[in-house]
């Protein structure tokens, strides 16, 4: 069963060229799917039409066997900076989506404690986004995805901005909290080793097509030694030659 | 205190010595210019006979209140233009042109309209007041962050939520630069309302003080509205800060 069906979308920006043509791409339930790309292939308009926040001049999207005609609530997003409210106390951040949709009730309060609590930053909650680090906020972005108990999680560069040990770090996190959950992932990078350690699958885009897909049949849960392992870095191998080869060719 | 606020008491001190030694030597009529001794006289005893204080009460009153009036009104008509796109492109060339009249030449109609006294000088102050924050509202409710747009797309959130919890709390510190600009019209419209139509007022206590050739009370009556637009400043800037104390530290000031 795939829980995100992409069936042959393109989308252009006004008059312009295609920037996302003609993309076919499945992700069944519970799977973690990465895009990477080099930076204007078209990766963010891609998570943006999964999304339904673009809507496709060709083919279609379907969640959940339903086809996408708007933002649902049961989709988080996770944009390329942490796009927190500067105004408001990080709890209040991680509250939003349910504040939004009404009263905030106790237990809410207590889900976006435990969240701040498993992403290490349990202790900032009455703090404001201007006085975290990037790595914090990134984290405080994360805990507001993911308190609605979101089934398809779509992430755009979400730690492109972070030195490498937090990055690391946050990478083990998030697969934490999405197997606990079987929560369906596309994430979006253009940090190749990144795309190995997190997904099942990477899909490799250049120009606004999917030139190539690479599986990696790598056991999960996967521990961070696994980086200096010499299979994962023949999938990183290849998944660098697939970017490179119409170059070459 | 810092050393450069102790040089800023210090440059005070100097230009005030300055004043009373050009007045002592040049022996300048007190008609002309008045000696800055003289002038703190004439302001303690107005101050201690109490003869300034209703005046001050009534200047403060007027500018507070078409203040008040004229940026309520401005912010409502703001976030109306802002968030009905027809009207804002109907409306907008009026807008501009509004800009440029000079609003205190309309002085002579008011008094026409709502007679001497306080309320013509109120309505002024208040349609000074309108145009900075219906400019500054606008451009504030514009300027939001494309990527919280389409996190509150995201979120399913109705366009009164998108406008109460994202674009007028994002637009804050514009709407509060507004405020201030208006804040120091504001006084300017209330004592040059007052030299047009007031009975009461600093502004026409200089108009009465200029019938009796008065120079030295002229003096004291622009020190205390000096003080007077200090004051509400510094004010407004304390609850700017405090306003904006968590918003991004280039926007606030
Ligand atoms: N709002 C927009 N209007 C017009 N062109 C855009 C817009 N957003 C992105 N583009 C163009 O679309 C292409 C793909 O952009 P994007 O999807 O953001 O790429 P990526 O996320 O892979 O860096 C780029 O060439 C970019 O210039
Ligand atoms: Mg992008």
Not at chain 1, 7 to 34: K, L, N, R
Not at chain 1, 82 to 87: C, M, N
Not at chain 2, 14 to 39: E, M, N
């Amino acid at each position: 069963m795939n829980f995100l069906d992409i069936a042959g979308i393109s989308y252009a920006y006004g008059d312009e060229a295609s920037v996302v043509d003609a993309v076919d791409w499945d992700i069944p339930t519970g799977a973690f799917h990465c895009l990477v790309g080099r930076s204007g292939c078209g990766k963010t308009t891609l998570l943006k039409l999964a999304a339904g926040l673009l809507v496709p001049s060709a083919g279609r999207v379907r969640i959940d066997g339903r086809p996408v005609d708007g933002p649902r609530p049961d989709v988080g997003f996770v944009f390329q900076a942490p796009t927190l409210l500067e105004w408001r106390p990080v709890l209040e951040n991680v509250l939003l989506p349910i504040s939004l949709r009404g009263a905030v009730s106790a237990e809410d309060r207590a889900r976006a404690g435990e969240l701040l609590h498993l992403l290490g930053i349990g202790d900032l909650e009455a703090r404001y986004p201007l006085e975290l680090s990037g790595g914090q906020q990134s984290r405080v972005a994360i805990a507001r995805a993911l308190i609605g108990g979101p089934d398809l999680l779509l992430m755009d560069e979400p730690f492109a901005a972070l030195d490498a040990m937090t990055r690391e770090e946050l990478q083990a996190d998030l697969l934490d909290l999405v197997a606990a959950r079987t929560t369906t992932v596309l994430f979006v990078t253009h940090d190749i080793a990144e795309a190995v350690f997190l997904a099942d699958r990477v899909a490799v885009m250049e120009a606004g097509a999917i030139r190539a897909r690479l599986e990696v049949p790598i056991a999960r849960p996967r521990a961070a030694e696994l980086r200096h392992d010499a299979r994962f870095n023949a999938l990183c191998l290849d998944a660098r030659q697939a970017m490179r080869a119409p170059l070459a060719a | 205190m810092t050393s450069t606020r102790l040089y800023s008491l210090a440059l005070l001190v100097v230009l005030l010595v300055a004043w009373d030694l050009f007045c002592r030597w040049t022996g300048i009529s007190a008609l002309v210019i008045p000696a800055p001794l003289a002038v703190a006289e004439v302001l303690w005893s107005g101050l201690a006979s109490g003869y300034l204080w209703p005046h001050i009460w009534v200047t403060s009153a007027e500018m507070l209140l078409g203040l008040g009036l004229g940026c309520a009104i401005g912010f409502s008509c703001g976030v109306v233009l802002g968030e009905v796109d027809f009207l804002r492109r109907l409306l907008w060339p009026y807008v501009i042109a509004s800009q440029v009249v000079p609003k205190l030449a309309l002085g002579p109609l008011f008094i026409v309209w709502f007679g001497f006294g306080m309320t013509s000088t109120v309505v002024i102050t208040a349609l000074i007041c309108f145009f900075p924050l219906l400019e500054n509202t606008l451009t504030g409710l514009q300027l939001i962050d494309p990527r919280k747009r389409d996190l509150f797309r995201m979120l399913g959130a109705s366009r009164w939520q998108t406008l109460a919890r994202l674009k007028l709390p994002s637009g804050l510190p514009v709407i509060l630069a507004g405020v201030r600009v208006a804040v120091v019209l504001a006084l300017v419209g209330a004592v040059v309302g007052e030299f047009i139509g007031g009975r009461e007022g600093l502004g026409a206590t200089i108009i009465a003080a200029q019938g009796m050739m008065d120079s030295t009370l002229m003096f004291a009556l622009f020190f205390v509205i000096t003080f007077l637009g200090i004051a509400v400043y510094q004010f407004t800037i304390a609850v700017e800060r405090r306003l904006l104390r968590h918003h991004q530290k280039g926007l606030a000031l």
